[in-house]
């Protein structure tokens, strides 16, 4: 059996291209119907693994003005002919969709004016590929007495289906039920979306330029010895990370190196007895000339921000191998940024917010898709954007999303470790865009095992990279 591929994520309009391209298809509402047969399915699905049985429930469907309440009122047809009792609140009276209402209401569906007390679960159909904004006040009035799970059609109506910007107010779902293909909202609000579930409807969307690794993704792309490895071939990494102000960056940067690949790992600067102390495996030396080969490097963590730190900068920069710059390199870098423009070799940034602004000018703000390609194309470098999503885009606006699922690594020092990771990957050879994606990936899955339900600091974060990397392998 196949493993699940690489889930990709379209934007609006890409979605409607493929629609159209079916012709009589979406003409004739076989769309529709095939939509709402699916989403009536996964309500039904809910209704049965919360309460043991479809017949006798009650649901209740919030309606705005256009297809988005299509899809809705015709699930509530099939929902009501399964013995569901189904009502429907119509924000907007006037323009429900008129097919749509009337097979609702000939299979007995009842038009009401507020949720009633009975409703064991609302299905969000206001608005979906066509939303912008917040809820408008009809909707949010509905929603602000609901207190029963939300079954959103398409997207929860308030959030950007193109941006996943969550707007305020905007509906937060269990279960958003989707058609044809994912919308690029499902990866960046996945707290909004809750689980997501994709309706075919015999559509092909094509060309998606957000996507997320899988896990088998991840575990396959890992770096591992072989027979014929040596420590050479599977990637030296160099980290110039920490000072004698900052020698745990040094430290955190190495271990996720360490503990990411079984290359090998060089350290460069001030910290380097005490990163010996902690990893003997390490090889270390005082400066860049003594350094010798490596196959990528990391920079920045810990690394101060004077002229010194600028100098060794731009020698790295100026080397022909793999470097990603994080910390004090993307302060640094921010009064330099002819630095990685002028660059023509694979680079990769993995700033915070407040670093992101630096370099940027602006924040992030809340269209953080729209941010951190617009920085990847001005620097012309792959810009890794933490959070608890962690957007990784390239110069060309391709881009991979994490969802990390925990915040458990929103800690001091849990940069550096991510650093050292992603810096081993790209040692291995692994792009900037997949190093980053597949690091963040182990980095947030090392947090939550780390963690297993209590607070954890960076060190123990890097200790646990190794078993997340053997826990993505089980991954069958
Ligand atoms: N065209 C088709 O055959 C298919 C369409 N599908 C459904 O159709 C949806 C798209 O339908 P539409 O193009 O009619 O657009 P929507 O239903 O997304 O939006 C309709 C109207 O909602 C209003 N609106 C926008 N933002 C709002 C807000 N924040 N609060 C309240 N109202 C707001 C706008 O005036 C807009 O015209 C998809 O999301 C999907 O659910 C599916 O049935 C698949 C097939
Ligand atoms: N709320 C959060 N949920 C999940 N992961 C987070 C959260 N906040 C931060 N992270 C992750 O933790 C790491 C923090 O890095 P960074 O801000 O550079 O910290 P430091 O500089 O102290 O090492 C990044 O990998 C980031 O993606
Ligand atoms: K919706």
Redesign the pocket.
């Known amino acids: 059996m196949g493993h699940p591929p690489i889930k990709r994520y379209f934007a609006a309009e890409q979605i409607r291209v493929a ?1 159209e391209a079916t012709g009589r298809l ?1 003409a004739d509402g076989v ?2 119907r095939r ?1 709402a047969s699916g989403l009536a399915g996964a309500v039904a699905a809910e209704l049965r693994s919360r309460h043991g049985a479809v017949y006798g429930r009650a649901v209740t469907l919030v309606i ?8 809705a009122l015709f699930a509530g047809a099939v929902l009501r002919r399964r013995g569901v009792a189904v009502s429907a609140v119509l924000t907007a009276p006037d323009r429900a969709h008129a097919a749509g209402l009337a097979a609702f209401r000939s299979a007995g569906g009842r038009v009401v004016d507020g949720v009633p007390d009975t409703a064991e679960l609302v299905v969000d159909g ?11 006040e009809a ?1 949010a009035a509905v929603f602000a007495q609901v207190r029963v799970p939300v079954v959103a ?2 997207v929860p ?2 959030v950007d289906a193109d941006t996943g910007v969550v707007h305020d107010p905007s509906v937060r779902a269990e279960i958003t039920v989707t ?1 044809g293909a994912r919308r690029i909202a499902h990866a960046l609000a996945p707290a909004a979306c809750g689980r997501v579930e994709v309706v075919d ?1 015999g559509i092909d969307a094509d060309g998606a330029r957000v996507e997320m690794l899988s896990d088998r993704d991840v575990a396959e792309g890992w770096p591992l010895p072989g027979p014929a490895s040596t420590k050479y071939t599977q990637g030296v990494v160099g980290v110039i990370a920490g000072s004698d102000r900052y020698p745990g960056a040094g430290i955190l940067c190495s271990a996720g190196a360490v503990a990411a690949t079984s290359g090998m790992v060089r350290y460069v600067g001030s910290a380097a007895a005490t990163v010996v102390d902690h990893f003997p495996e390490v090889v270390v030396a005082p400066d860049l000339d003594g350094a010798g080969r490596v196959q990528a490097w990391v920079v920045g963590p810990g690394a101060g921000t004077d002229d010194a730190a600028l100098e060794l900068l731009r020698r790295v920069l100026a080397t022909d191998v793999p470097v990603l710059v994080d910390a004090d390199g993307l302060t640094v870098l921010a009064h330099h940024p002819e630095l990685v423009v002028e660059r023509h070799h694979p680079t990769l940034l993995t700033p915070h917010d407040g670093e992101f602004e630096r370099l940027a000018g602006r924040s992030p703000g809340h269209d953080r898709l729209s941010a951190v390609r617009g920085l990847a194309s001005a620097l012309g470098a792959t810009v890794l954007l933490k959070g608890k999503v962690t957007l990784v885009a390239d110069p060309g606006g391709e881009v991979l999303v994490n969802d990390a699922g925990n915040s458990w690594a929103a800690t001091a020092g849990a940069g550096d470790v991510l650093s050292g990771i992603a810096g081993a990957l790209l040692a291995a050879g692994l792009s900037p865009r997949v190093a980053g994606a597949a690091a963040a990936r182990v980095h947030a899955l090392a947090a939550d095992l780390a963690a297993d339900g209590a607070p954890i600091g960076a060190s123990e974060l890097a200790r646990a990279v190794r078993p997340a990397v053997r826990s993505l392998r089980a991954v069958r």
């Open positions: 629609e979406l769309l529709m939509a705005g003005s256009g297809d988005n309440g299509g899809d206001v608005v979906g590929l066509r939303g912008t904004g917040p809820l408008r909707a059609v398409d109506s308030g058609f409807i």
